[in-house]
């Protein structure tokens, strides 16, 4: 069993910053890719970033610039620094961690932390 704890998450104010953590425990085998996605009521789930085992990254369009990722291998951990925060970035926020158990790819999600942005 894998679990994906998620913390960070809050209100803030437009233009404030936050930093959501994920920490992965339990039965972990080779951890690869690692991403945070969001999603709002009526809305499917979107990418917001992910990072690759060797680091690469990949961002949405509307973040780039305001919000990076990053992980800690030693740790199991990715994170993502959110700042310049919009309004329309409100969203519940998921991690995401692929692994590969046993040969074969498998996808874990977090239960979600509320981001909400006020104006």
């Known amino acids: 069993q894998v679990q994906l704890v998620e913390s960070g998450g809050g209100l803030v104010q437009a233009g404030g910053s936050l930093k959501l953590s994920c920490a992965a425990s339990g039965s972990i085998f080779s951890i690869n890719t690692m991403g945070w996605y969001r999603q709002v009521p009526g809305k499917q789930r979107e990418l917001v970033a992910s990072i690759s085992s060797g680091g690469s990254t990949n961002y949405a369009d509307s973040v780039k610039g305001r919000f990076t990722i990053s992980r800690d291998n030693s740790k199991d951990t990715v994170y993502l620094q959110m700042d310049s925060l919009k309004p329309e970035d409100t969203a519940l926020y998921y991690c995401?961690?692929?692994?590969?158990?046993?040969?074969?790819?498998?996808?874990?999600w977090g239960q979600g932390t509320q981001v909400t942005v006020s104006s």
């Open positions: 995401r961690v692929d692994m590969t158990v046993y040969g074969a790819p498998r996808e874990y």
